[in-house]
């Protein structure tokens, strides 16, 4: 069955407990890593996950807590052999960083490197970011500082479907994007800094999508308390809603 495993839940300051906010969809083809945080290798080993079952990498957007550990993930993986290719989505402004990013790595030096085979995406709502035999991953500009994309998840062997907000204000494009969806992930940062959203407006953006459930992700840890966040949220939206932790599985089952 396929399944989502929360790898981190952080907003950009981690703690011991919870990584910066990425996360794994695995199918039976294969797993797609969505955003590149924290200690990505060593998660995908706690949950049994091998380097050569990835077949995707997806960057929601060029910000250190969510693309700061791909360097290493792609240097991790070369030296333990991997030899197939990795597919990595992203807008063409994150992706360019990243590119540049392993220039200034000289990666063209890493004798025996493995196929990366980048997919710019047009900055446009509902592209086509990922089809296999697993998933159909549509993906739609959101409102953060920099280009960044929200992502819409159907997963074929169900039909179950969550939307992942990423980084954003409240916005019409994450509501379009989670439209009837059986599950919204959204950011729980606060109110500062801008550019996020709080807890009670991911309720209201989960309302809004008529969304079948709501987890919180991307909140404060550091010296912050999350035991508000549930209640903020549940204020502003009926359905379920719970609190996304480190290492979380979720079944893709309605
Ligand atoms: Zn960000």
Not at 64 to 85: E, I, K, N, Q, Y
Not at 197 to 224: D, E, F, N, T
């Amino acid at each position: 069955m396929p399944r989502l495993v929360i790898l981190g839940s952080a907003s950009a300051v981690p703690d011991a407990e919870h990584q910066n906010s990425h996360m794994l969809l695995q199918g039976r083809n294969g797993a797609i890593l969505i955003d590149c945080a924290g200690l990505p290798l060593v998660s995908l080993h706690r949950i049994g996950v091998g380097i050569e079952e990835l077949t995707d990498v997806i960057l929601t957007h060029f910000h250190p807590d969510h693309v700061g550990a791909f360097p290493g993930l792609l240097m991790s993986s070369w030296l333990m052999g991997r030899t197939s290719a990795l597919r990595v989505a992203g807008l063409h402004h994150c992706l360019q960083r990243v590119e540049d990013l392993m220039t200034a790595y000289h990666w063209e030096e890493w004798a025996g490197f493995f196929p990366v085979a980048f997919h710019h995406l047009p900055e446009r709502e509902g592209v086509l970011a990922l089809d296999n035999e697993d998933f159909r991953i549509t993906a739609s500009p959101v409102r953060h500082y920099v280009p960044t994309i929200g992502l819409r998840v159907l997963v074929k062997e169900t039909g179950f479907v969550f939307a992942y907000s990423s980084d954003t204000i409240p916005c019409p494009e994450t509501i379009r994007l989670a439209q009837g969806a059986d599950l919204l992930i959204h950011e729980a940062t606060g109110d500062e800094p801008l550019g996020h959203s709080s807890a009670a407006q991911a309720g209201m953006i989960a309302r809004q999508a008529g969304v079948g459930r709501l987890g919180l992700i991307h909140y404060p840890v550091w010296k912050a308390s999350t035991e508000h966040l549930v209640g903020d949220a549940a204020a502003t939206f009926e359905g379920p809603v719970f609190l996304c932790e480190d290492f979380m599985e979720i079944q893709l089952e309605r």
